[in-house]
């Protein structure tokens, strides 16, 4: 069966420091991986997406950045947070069931307070 | 503007009461509108996708209902228990070539959050 892992569950970091959050699926070959942010009070917010290794696609201009080095492997980096990249971050893989739909599954996202 | 709103914002019921959650669309084109549920502090968990052609989609004591004339749909949860308390989140597709598959462009609501007493 497939899974998704995404760690870490919290982090606590400092303005101007580098982000690094890590995002892998089992079970599954050639997923489209997401990250979204959700901050309090408001839907979630899709930050990239990637059809294939070495795909990106950034959907909001933004401090942060992402990259798939591998084909189950989704990282979202940052070189110098703001207070502003406070929120909480998911991961997402897509699976296509039937003909118009696909399915979304959602890691278990990650706390992420910047102070 | 493709925008999903929800309501209420916030809910409270006893436990074994039923209750019925409210989501407008004004998503143009529609692909398809799925209902999440989100553990605080977990990822949203997929609980029913329904396409232009289905207007009602069951699963377990979840039912989501769909009126693509209105945009509305709404997800009725019978029976309450506590584990039910958590923020339900509507989502509506819209097609787009942008995406890998089918994926289409997903319009996010902000969720009602319910709590289930005893």
């Known amino acids: 069966s497939q899974t998704i892992h995404q760690w870490p569950a919290t982090l606590v970091q400092p303005v101007g420091s580098p982000l690094s959050l890590e995002c892998t699926v089992e079970?599954?070959?050639?997923?489209?991986l997401y990250w979204y942010r959700q901050a309090a009070g408001r839907g979630l917010q899709l930050l990239f997406y990637?059809?294939?290794?070495?795909?990106i696609s950034s959907e909001v201009p933004q401090n942060l950045s992402a990259s798939r080095p591998q084909d189950r492997q989704f990282i979202l980096s940052s070189k110098k947070l703001l207070l502003s990249d406070s929120g909480f971050y998911l991961c997402?893989?897509?699976?296509?069931?039937?003909?118009?739909?696909?399915?979304?599954?959602f890691g278990s996202g990650t706390q992420l307070s910047v102070l | 503007k493709n925008q999903v709103e929800q309501s209420p914002q916030s809910l409270i019921i006893l436990e074994g009461k039923n209750c019925t959650l409210q989501?407008?669309?004004?998503?143009?084109?529609?692909?398809?509108l799925r209902w999440y549920k989100q553990d605080t502090g977990r990822g949203p968990v997929s609980l029913t996708i329904?396409?232009?052609?289905?207007n009602t989609k069951s699963n377990g004591r979840y039912t989501a209902t769909l009126d693509a004339d209105t945009k509305q749909s709404s997800l009725h949860i019978t029976a309450s228990q506590l584990s039910d308390s958590a923020s339900y989140i509507c989502?509506?597709?819209?097609?787009?070539?942008?995406?890998?598959?089918?994926?289409?462009?997903?319009?996010f609501g902000k969720g009602t959050k319910l709590s289930v007493k005893p």
């Open positions: 329904m396409t232009f052609s289905e």
């Open positions: 990637s059809v294939g290794i070495g795909q």
């Open positions: 079970g599954t070959s050639n997923p489209n």
């Open positions: 989501c407008n669309y004004t998503v143009s084109p529609f692909s398809n």
């Open positions: 989502v509506v597709s819209t097609p787009s070539m942008n995406y890998g598959g089918s994926q289409g462009n997903l319009i």
């Open positions: 997402a893989w897509s699976v296509l069931v039937g003909e118009a739909n696909e399915k979304l599954f």
